[in-house]
Nanobody, 124 residues
Framework: QAQLVESGGGLVQAGGSLRLSCAASGITASSNAMAWFRQAPGKEREFVAAVGRNTVFTRYADSVEGRFAISRDNANNSSYLQMESLRPDDTAVYYC?????????????????WGQGTQVTVSS
C-alpha cells in the first residue's frame, strides 16, 4: 500500500528556515514526479514545488521561487523541501504528493498519492 509520510514541520520565526522530508513506501519514488502543496486555514490547497523523476527538472510557485528548494533522493525513496526566509504567510499544512504521470503539474488533482501533512507555523 502506497504511503507518504512528511516530517520536519514546526514553529519558526519569520526569516528562519525549515527542511521538510517526505518518505515514500509502497511506491517507487523514482517512477513518480514528487511535489509539495500547502493549505492554510480557510484557503484552497496550493502548489508549492515539484521535481521530476530524474531530479533535473523542478517547478516552483511564484510565491516561493528563490526561497524554497525541492530535491529528491531516489535511493532513499524520499523528497525534501528546504525553506528559507520564511514569512508568516507561509504558515500552512504542507503536503507531500506523488504523480505516476511524472508531470510537474501545479494541479493537485493530477497527483495520485498524498501524505497526511505537516504543520508549518511562522511567527512574526
Amino acid at each position: 500500500q502506497a504511503q507518504l509520510v512528511e516530517s520536519g514541520g514546526g514553529l519558526v520565526q519569520a526569516g528562519g528556515s525549515l527542511r521538510l522530508s517526505c518518505a515514500a513506501s509502497g511506491i517507487t519514488a523514482s517512477s513518480n514526479a514528487m511535489a509539495w502543496f500547502r493549505q492554510a486555514p480557510g484557503k484552497e490547497r496550493e502548489f508549492v514545488a515539484a521535481v521530476g523523476r530524474n531530479t533535473v527538472f523542478t517547478r516552483y510557485a511564484d510565491s516561493v521561487e528563490g526561497r524554497f528548494a525541492i530535491s529528491r533522493d531516489n535511493a532513499n525513496n524520499s523528497s525534501y523541501l528546504q525553506m528559507e526566509s520564511l514569512r508568516p504567510d507561509d504558515t500552512a499544512v504542507y503536503y507531500c504528493a506523488a504523480a505516476r504521470s511524472g508531470r510537474l503539474s501545479d494541479r493537485y488533482r493530477e497527483y495520485d498519492y498524498w501524505g497526511q501533512g505537516t504543520q508549518v507555523t511562522v511567527s512574526s
